[in-house]
Nanobody, 114 residues
Framework: VQLQASGGGLVQAGGSLKLSCAASGSTSSINYSSWYRQRPGQEREWVARINPGGSTSYADSVKGRFTISRDYAKKTVYLQMTSLRPEDTAVYYC?????????WGQGTQVTVSS
């Protein structure tokens, strides 16, 4: 299973970005998919998750601003980020849990300028 994350970049505070995480290899599109981030000097933290049935959950710090979604046919998970803040600056990682294993993408940098 390979995950390819993309969509990061530099954006001004208040702006938006949409991250994508495309899965390839031996994986079903039905899995637990999550986004994490690692801010400078901090440990990796969970951001959002979408379950096989489509239910979603979010960290309090992003609730109401970020939306996780998936395209089953494309085996792709998205993270729509709006109202971005400088403290959202981080490397964002996607992860899927499939057949009792975690698979991580390579990370995509998001930088929010004030």
């Amino acid at each position: 299973v390979q995950l390819q994350a993309s969509g990061g970049g530099l954006v001004q505070a208040g702006g938006s970005l949409k991250l994508s995480c495309a899965a390839s290899g031996s994986t079903s599109s039905i899995n637990y998919s999550s986004w994490y981030r690692q801010r400078p000097g901090q440990e990796r933290e969970w951001v959002a998750r979408i379950n096989p049935g489509g239910s979603t959950s979010y960290a309090d710090s992003v609730k109401g601003r970020f939306t996780i979604s998936r395209d089953y046919a494309k085996k792709t998970v998205y993270l729509q980020m709006t109202s971005l803040r400088p403290e959202d600056t981080a490397v964002y990682y996607c992860k899927i849990y499939y057949r009792a294993s975690d698979y991580w993408g390579q990370g995509t940098q998001v930088t929010v300028s004030s």
